[in-house]
């Protein structure tokens, strides 16, 4: 018998212990046991982490939409599968069973198929936290069409980059979205990424918030009539193991986003194994993270993990804060959540409101609180532990990235002793190392290092979309035969992982990955920009905030520093959106940089982190004399 689902802490170092010495035995046991499959594999594994090549139940067939609902149809059909929370409180919430789900699946693969999407098509999906987010995730899944879900917080020149990437062939968004007491204009900004997106054939439009919308003939379809139309049944593709299911872009240290690209039956069978083990998820539960779907969080544990288990998922359509900062709360007692999966920056602004918001509110359901993004600080953690899960809910800090698919390093609930700040023990079949600058793996504990995945698990990324040269530089180059994560971290004495954050030319903002480059690239379309590098601080809530230095082509004492604030991340607005605004921006004079014309991040590192006693050396730089000037005139 399999080990689906670990209870206590001696099974689990059992079977990681098994995990680690019979990768190919007890991945082919999970698998085999508690998934659906057209055809069972020739091979579980075969893997190269040179060229590299990863490939997990090698001659497999299945679908994961029958893995998702139809297995649940005959024991689960009248159990909510989606259970959807309106922005507006007033507004009803949704239950949507998994008869239901299966139908509209069914519905809306029936539209795609007629709008002309075949199998191994690629089809965006921008579109606010609402049902049919979910459901045309699902339906491209059904059919074979590989989905590019680009979270509906990215701006019209984002989109279309991402679109044009990936040769999409269809748009699914709505006329517009409700965030707190806003709307935004989605469809909009559809149609100015448009401009730019030739290979588009169709848009189909939700209609979520009525407002008025341009529609062009031929091109723009109200998805509810269509639906209306299209019949309840659709024959599931069958799809091999390889076959990819969704793109997702992610944010690289330089040059445009990276199309990572997850494939049909590993990422399937690790979603679902985390979930159940990570959230200790029982029948009955009600699941909630609230991540967005345009990000792999919700990829993995709104959509594809809970719902590969029949568990009841919950999706927000709105935001912590609206009416007031006790909505997550207000949630959680009227849904019964069990268990519950934020962000830190989310914990920290709440946090910082108060415990007023949490008293009068009923969160006794709560079993398991989650983490997810960046590092979680000590004060963040135990506000979390102490006023959400009153010191009886097990805090699981969870590390991962779009990359990896699912969970890798984290507490197992009620099995793993949590330990604030530590995301603790590798989960089942994974195998870190930590590296040290001259590429050797550093043994033992209390160490610290780069981290990295010494052998393939199932959810791991498979290649970025048309670029497997980059995938190799990018992941497989730094450490000889190792994934090479971005990330650094320490082993304490017994063992147990602690992130320190990336490495790289990343920066996490409120959870989001944000690389410097495409930041820089922007800035430097200003007219009057002549270079810019931006570092990270940190910041309260959000963790890190940017912090932009940036030189302008004439001295620039002529103009108004703050319109050209104002005027750059304007620039950055349009080019990726709000997340990638700069906190603070100083204008200089030049950039300290290395004789041989690299800008020197780690001075300006400091200096915006303000720590000017420790620049280090800087005797060997180009231009020494400009540290002092940015020192003097740094924005504290
Ligand atoms: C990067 C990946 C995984 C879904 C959300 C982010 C950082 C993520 C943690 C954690 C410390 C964390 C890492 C990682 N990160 N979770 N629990 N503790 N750091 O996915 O956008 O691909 O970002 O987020 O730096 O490399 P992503």
């Given amino acids: ?275 159940k083990n990570i959230f200790q998820y029982r029948e009955n539960d009600v699941f909630w993270c609230t991540a967005d779907i345009g990000w792999i969080t919700g990829h993995s544990y709104i959509v594809y993990g809970p719902l590969c288990n029949g568990a009841t998922t919950v999706m927000f359509e709105g935001v912590p804060s609206y009416p007031d900062y006790g909505r997550f709360w207000d949630i959680v007692e009227k849904h019964k959540v069990t268990q519950f999966y934020t962000a830190p920056t989310a914990i920290r602004a709440l946090a910082k409101e108060g415990v007023a918001h949490l008293q009068n509110r009923d969160l006794s359901s709560i079993k398991v609180l989650g983490s997810v993004g960046e590092p979680i600080n000590e004060e963040a953690w135990h506000w979390y532990d102490d006023n959400v899960g009153k010191r009886k809910a097990p805090i699981v800090d969870t590390w991962w990235q779009t990359e990896t698919g699912g969970i890798m390093i984290s507490p197992i609930p009620f099995v793993t002793p949590t330990k604030p700040t530590y995301a603790t023990l590798p989960f089942i079949g994974i195998q870190p190392a930590l590296m040290d600058e001259q590429g050797e793996e550093i043994k033992g504990n209390q160490v610290d290092g780069r981290l990295c995945i010494k052998f393939p698990w199932p959810g791991m990324l498979r290649t970025i979309w048309r670029n497997h040269e980059r995938f190799k530089d990018t992941y497989f180059s730094a450490y000889k035969g190792m994934y090479f994560t971005g990330d650094g971290a320490l082993r304490d004495e017994v063992g147990y992982y602690r992130i320190t954050g990336r490495v790289d030319d990343v920066i996490i903002v409120s959870g989001h990955n944000l690389g410097t480059a495409p930041i820089e690239d922007a800035i430097n379309e200003h007219p009057a920009v002549s270079e810019s590098a931006i570092v990270g601080f940190p910041h309260d809530i959000k963790g890190n905030a940017l912090y932009g230095y940036v030189t302008l082509k004439d001295s620039g004492e002529s103009r108004d520093h703050n319109n050209l604030r104002k005027e750059i991340n304007q620039i950055i607005t349009e080019q990726i959106g709000p997340i990638a605004k700069l906190e603070k921006i100083q204008f200089t004079n030049a950039l300290p940089k290395t004789r041989s014309g690299k800008i020197m991040r780690r001075i300006l590192r400091k200096i915006a982190q303000g720590e000017f006693d420790d620049l280090g050396d800087t005797s060997t730089l180009l231009n020494p004399e400009v540290v002092e000037e940015i020192s003097k005139n740094a924005i504290v």
């Fill in 1 to 275: 018998m399999s080990h689906y689902h670990i209870k206590h802490l001696e099974e689990y170092y059992q079977v990681y212990r098994k995990s680690v010495r019979n990768p190919e035995i007890f991945w082919e046991e999970i698998a085999e046991e508690h998934f659906l499959w057209r055809k069972k594999w020739d091979k579980v594994l075969d893997w190269n982490f040179e060229t590299p090549e990863i490939k997990w139940f090698e001659g497999a067939q299945l679908n994961i939409t029958e893995n998702c609902i139809d297995r649940h149809l005959a024991t689960r059909g009248n159990k909510t599968a989606l259970l959807f929370e309106p922005n507006d409180p007033t507004e009803a919430a949704q239950h949507i069973t998994f008869q239901e789900l299966s139908e509209r699946v069914n519905k809306m693969a029936n539209v795609l198929k007629a709008k002309g999407v075949t199998k191994g098509d690629r089809v965006c999906i921008y579109l606010p936290m609402i049902p049919e987010l979910a459901v045309s995730v699902l339906a491209c899944a059904r059919i074979g069409a590989i989905h590019s879900v680009v979270f509906a917080g990215f701006s019209a020149n984002a989109l279309a980059s991402r679109i044009n990437d990936s040769d999409c062939k269809l748009v699914v968004t709505s006329d517009g979205s409700f965030r707190g007491e806003k709307t935004i204009d989605l469809k909009g900004i559809v149609d100015n990424a448009l401009e730019d997106c030739p290979g588009i054939e169709a848009v189909l439009v939700v209609n979520r918030i009525a407002s008025e919308v341009q529609m062009k003939d031929g091109m723009d379809h109200w998805l509810q009539p269509l639906l209306d139309e299209a019949s309840a049944e659709c024959q599931a593709e069958v799809m091999a193991a390889e076959d990819p299911l969704f793109i997702l872009y992610t944010s690289g240290s330089t040059g445009k986003p990276k199309g990572i690209v997850h494939t049909t039956a590993g990422y399937m069978v690790y979603t679902a194994y985390t979930f």
